[in-house]
C-alpha cells in the first residue's frame, strides 16, 4: 500500500540569513499557502507550493509585499504564529523598506 503523507505544518528559520517561512510541508516540499518573512519580520512573502507568488522585480524595482495581516492570517491558518525577528528592525527608512512596497 503506498505511503499516504499528510502535509504537515511547519515552521522554518534560515540559519545567519534569518528568514523564516510558516508552510505545511509533504515530502519536503511547500503545499498550499504559506509565508515567507523577511529577517526583521518588516515584510512578508506570500508562498504558494513553496514558490513566492508572482515575479520577482527587476534589481531596482521594489519587491510587493503583502500587509501583516495577511500574513498572521495565513500562518493561523497553518495553526503556528509568526516567528519572532532574528534581527532588530531597521529604522523608518532603512534597509528593509527601501526595497519592499505593502499591499
Not at 7 to 31: I, M, T
Not at 44 to 67: C, H, M, Q, Y
Amino acid at each position: 500500500m503506498p505511503c499516504r503523507a499528510r502535509a504537515a505544518p511547519s515552521q522554518l528559520v534560515a540559519g545567519a540569513s534569518g528568514f523564516a517561512e510558516v508552510g505545511r510541508f509533504k515530502n519536503g516540499k511547500g503545499v498550499g499557502e504559506g509565508v515567507r518573512w523577511s529577517p526583521d519580520r518588516a515584510y512578508a512573502l506570500k508562498l504558494l507550493d513553496g514558490r513566492v507568488v508572482g515575479t520577482f522585480p527587476a534589481r531596482d524595482e521594489p519587491t510587493v509585499a503583502i500587509s501583516s495581516e495577511e500574513a498572521e492570517r495565513i500562518a493561523a491558518e497553518i495553526g503556528l504564529p509568526m516567528p519572532p525577528p532574528a534581527v532588530p528592525a531597521p529604522p523608518e527608512g532603512g534597509p528593509s523598506s527601501d526595497r519592499v512596497s505593502i499591499r
